[in-house]
């Protein structure tokens, strides 16, 4: 079983819904992240999480909302979807390592969403 | 701020032929250096990475990159691709005490035959 996984894979909606991304984790990581990838403009960082009561904001947060239900979970909303945010999105999973910064990502498979 | 620039979008290698791939930081101190590796369908997986000591790092699947100071860079090289390499491959960088990291656009890699 993959140790990052996201659910839905795929996931077409229309503009104005709210939408849910979700990711679990059983590398027992406290860290976790949401990016969002777009053609020629790589990965973004939209919100990461340091532990189950930590939640900041990234490069790129408007527009999204996280929730950190447990250690493992980590989920990424829309509130009302518009077509730019159209996009690939990642999970990543990281323990912290002995020198701060050069943790190891661990990413799900993402998933990609249309908003119509 | 620090960033990081990948200047090639897309690069085609005969399988069997060398590689290098090329990234380029600006960040006034010894950044941390990292590349990430894109196959279709998947997510990202971690090369190699650079914080200190040897500028020359080895990683998995035979990759290995270089850090170099007075270029600013940190290519990524292998001496002889695989069909299987073809992927995306990412530089990231991380400024010291951020925890965050910021990727460049990606390279795409094709390998034919």
């Known amino acids: 079983d993959a140790d990052v996984t996201q659910t839905p894979r795929n996931r077409i909606t229309k503009t104005g819904k709210r939408i849910m991304l979700e990711c679990s984790q059983t590398k027992g990581h406290d860290r976790m992240y949401w990016y969002r990838q777009d053609p020629g403009l790589g990965l973004r960082l939209i919100y990461y999480s340091f532990d189950v009561k930590d939640i900041n904001k990234g490069e790129i947060s408007d527009g999204y909302s996280v929730s950190r239900q447990a250690q493992a979970k980590f989920s990424l909303s829309l509130e009302s979807a518009i077509p730019n945010q159209t996009a690939l999105y990642f999970c990543a999973t990281s323990e ?15 998933t990609r969403l249309t908003v119509l | 701020a620090q960033s990081v620039t990948q200047p090639d979008i897309h690069i085609t290698v005969s399988e069997g032929a060398s590689l290098e791939l090329r ?39 035979g990759f290995e990159a270089e850090f170099k100071r007075s270029q600013s860079s940190f290519n990524l090289r292998k001496p002889s691709v695989h069909w299987s390499d073809a992927a995306e491959y990412f530089c990231a960088v991380v400024e010291g005490g951020n925890e965050k990291l910021t990727f460049g656009t990606g390279t795409r890699l094709t390998i034919i035959p």
């Open chain 2, 23 to 61: 990234c380029n930081y600006s960040y006034g101190a010894t950044p941390y250096l990292f590349w990430y590796v894109q196959s279709p369908g998947q997510g990202l997986q971690l090369l190699l990475k650079y914080f200190s000591g040897d500028t020359l790092v080895q990683g998995i699947k």
């Open chain 1, 96 to 110: 912290p390592s002995g020198l701060a910064g050069t943790d190891t990502q661990y990413f799900g498979p993402g």
